[in-house]
């Protein structure tokens, strides 16, 4: 796809703290976090609830709180939001009395572009997550995977070099959940820009990721850096193989050791039965 081409998208994270509340209430989010992301990769940041993911995913986007340490995109310091570092949470963020179409092509507004313009590039976008159809629909028309769909559009015309995704899919049931997490898929291998995408289900990481960056609990801090070497494009099949299984169980077994407490029941397949750290729907039912 050419209308979406990130040309970078480097982060370089050094010994960052983040402290949040005041005086008496201050405390570390995350500690002493290490990270070095290349242009084009899909990294997962999977750690227990509180542990201060969106904290950090928060920060790469330029939402910034007391903090030490370097955070830099591209060897430039983030000091402040920027539509290269697009952001998408688990609830949608559009206007309700604007059409799809509009709040799409809204982000382009401040870029001196005619509306002509405009709307060609948010039909282009709605393409992309296949909504062509749906453009002069109201947001509150769509199902909650297609706002989330238009959502990600939203903030895919800036041409982000960082796409940052917090828990996205997390208030979807599971059938749409996994086929957005299909979607989104299809749409970064066209597009190549670097995604992070915060999950506390473990499953998610390992279908979506190149690299999963475990984080424990708070203060988060980084305890493994997982590379994962499934063939891309991904099928659902790839969740009952069992490299998945083992790789799971490996994630179990490591936030459990952290959380302190006793390994995760399996099933007679050896599989997890429930995903201790969170009230998350499993993925399948085992
Ligand atoms: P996660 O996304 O991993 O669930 P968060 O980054 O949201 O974790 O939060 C990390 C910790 O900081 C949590 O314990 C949360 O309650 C707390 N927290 C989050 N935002 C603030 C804030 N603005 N002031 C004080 N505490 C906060
Ligand atoms: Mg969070």
Redesign the pocket.
Known sequence: MSQTTAQAGRINVRGLTIT??EQAQAFQ?VQDLDCQIEPGEFVCIL?P???????LLGALAGHLHSHTGQLEVDGQTVSGPSPQRGMVFQHHTLLPWRSVRDNVAFGLKMHGQSKAERNAAAERMLALVGLQDFAGRWPDQLSGGMQQRVEIARVLINHPRLLLMDEPFGALDALTRLKMQELLLDIWTRIRTTVVFVTHDIDEALFLADRILIMSP?PGRFIEDLRLDFARPRHTSLVTSAQFSRLKRHCLELLSHEEGQPLPRLNPLGLPLDNPFENSQPRFAL
């Open positions: 949040l509340g989010a750690g609830s509180g542990c201060g993911k969106s904290t708070r």
